[in-house]
Every structure is written in structure tokens, then in C-alpha cells.
């Protein structure tokens, strides 16, 4: 399995990115995939989730600003985040299960 994420960067608060998390070895659309993030000096957090059912959930802190899909005919999985803020800065994972994660992708929202 292998999680490669992209389309971090720089953006003003109240910009959007959307980020995007490549995704082999297993079909998405079968799988339960998240996105975590981390910022300096605090623990992982969960962001969003979404189901083989197609089912989503987010931490209440980005709920209504970020939305998580997937494209399964090319076996990603996209992180749209809307009305960033500061706080949001972190480094972005794609996730599978216990053991599998992308590289990461940073994320910095400037005030």
C-alpha cells in the first residue's frame, strides 16, 4: 500500500487548497481513508474520514470548511479546505489502517 499526497502550500487565511492523496495497492472506494494533521509541537489529529459506504466525518474544528471526496475511477482521495486560518497550519497525512501513511504535505496559512 503507498499514500502519496500533494497540493500543499502558502495561502492567505480565508484561502482554500485542495490537497490530494494518490492511493495504491488497494482500491479506495473498498477502504476506509483519512486525513490527519500535525502541527509543530502537537499530537497527530484526525480531519476527516471517509467509508468504503462513502460515509464522512470530520473534527469539529474544520467541519463546514473542509470536505473530503473521492475520484474512483483514479484512485484518489481529495481534502477541499475552505476559509483556512492560521491554525489549520500543519503537515497533512493521508492515512489506511494502523501502518499505512503518505509523506505528508504541509500546509501554512498565513494571517
Known amino acids: 500500500v503507498q499514500l502519496v499526497e500533494s497540493g500543499g502550500g502558502l495561502v492567505q487565511t480565508g484561502g482554500s487548497l485542495r490537497l490530494s492523496c494518490a492511493v495504491s495497492?488497494?482500491?479506495?472506494?473498498?477502504?476506509?481513508i483519512n486525513w490527519y494533521r500535525q502541527a509543530p509541537g502537537e499530537q497527530r489529529e484526525m480531519v476527516a474520514t471517509i467509508t468504503d459506504y462513502g460515509l464522512t466525518n470530520y473534527a469539529d474544528s474544520v467541519k463546514d470548511r473542509f470536505t473530503i471526496s473521492r475520484d474512483d475511477v483514479n484512485n484518489l482521495v481529495f481534502l477541499q479546505m475552505n476559509n483556512l486560518k492560521p491554525e489549520d497550519t500543519a503537515v497533512y497525512y493521508c492515512?489506511?489502517?494502523?501502518?499505512?501513511w503518505g509523506q505528508g504535505t504541509q500546509v501554512t496559512v498565513s494571517s
Open positions: 495497492g488497494i482500491v479506495a472506494r473498498d477502504a476506509i
Open positions: 492515512n489506511y489502517g494502523f501502518d499505512f
